[in-house]
């Protein structure tokens, strides 16, 4: 499967002890909004956004938030490796300081499995929270957006309302994808839109025809059908395919079409630019 290596190698030296991206004491001291609790009866739970691939990509106040918190949450993959949130954690602290909570989240959508799933999540996290400790919910991209720290602070809030819950904002996949590209998502009156890719021919189409800019996520399972569409709609070389944006694994198609009948990752995302 032919492709463009976009993402530049990252070095894996030790930095578990490296200043965080600024060492000015004044310019940190205004981003200390949200701090870990000390002396609570009940920790914070925090969502942390760590950027789509790149270590370098993570911010100030993601960095201070998983070397300070005592406890620190990251999904867990049930076959082995690690996911990119976990790799980007082990950068930048030392597991052996701290409690490294693997969490592992079901690939289903059997409502009875994921609920039962979930509450294991929920409750492992639990266990720290009511200790005062505060847990640090490493994800990739953004917490806010189709992350799995959505579900688990929903739950949270329904099984542990009294549990505060806080979010650091991170750079998304789909930034990264437009910079991998070096495309605009936006401009002046221009409308985009991040949508879920699905089997669902006349949603897609109508998510294409709203939008000058659509961002399809998860577009791995139905790629050909997509790819399908939007020949029929004349747009078939208005799309393009990042996969494992800015990681050092990142591949770009800019032509989409070259795709057709091959398999995707499942971290890979197509944008449509009329």
């Known amino acids: 499967m032919a492709g463009t290596v976009a993402g530049a190698g990252v070095s894996t030296t030790d930095i578990s002890t490296a200043n965080p991206p600024s060492s000015d004491a004044s310019a940190l001291s205004e981003l200390r909004a949200t701090e870990p609790s000390e002396g609570k009866t009940v920790g914070t739970l925090y969502g942390v956004g760590v950027g789509p691939g790149d270590p370098e990509l993570i911010t100030v106040k993601a960095y201070r938030m998983i070397r300070e918190c005592p406890v620190v949450a990251y999904p867990k993959k049930r076959k082995g490796g690690k996911s990119y949130a976990h790799e980007i954690v082990e950068l930048y602290v030392n597991p052996d300081e701290k409690e490294m909570l693997g969490l592992i989240f079901p690939m289903t959508k059997d409502p009875v499995v994921l609920e039962r799933e979930w509450g294991k999540t929920v409750e492992a996290c639990w266990e720290a929270l009511k200790q005062g400790k505060d847990v640090a919910f490493v994800t990739e991209g953004d917490p806010n957006l189709y992350s799995t720290f959505i579900h688990l602070a929903r739950l949270m809030r329904e099984l542990h309302p009294e549990v505060p819950i806080s979010s650091i904002p991170g750079i998304s996949s789909v930034l990264g994808a437009a910079a991998a590209l070096d495309i605009h998502l936006a401009d002046g009156d221009e409308q985009v839109g991040i949508i879920p890719a699905t089997a669902d021919k006349e949603a897609m189409r109508q998510a294409i025809e709203h939008h000058d800019t659509i961002v399809f996520i998860k577009v791995a399972k139905v790629l050909d059908p997509m790819l399908e569409l939007l020949d029929e709609m004349g747009l078939g070389g208005k799309a393009s395919v990042v996969t494992?944006?800015?990681?050092?694994?990142?591949?770009?198609?800019?032509?989409?079409?070259?795709?057709?009948?091959?398999?995707?990752?499942?971290?890979?995302l197509m944008v449509v630019s009329k």
């Open 244 to 268: 494992k944006v800015t990681s050092p694994y990142e591949l770009v198609w800019r032509d989409a079409r070259e795709l057709k009948g091959q398999e995707l990752e499942y971290l890979s």
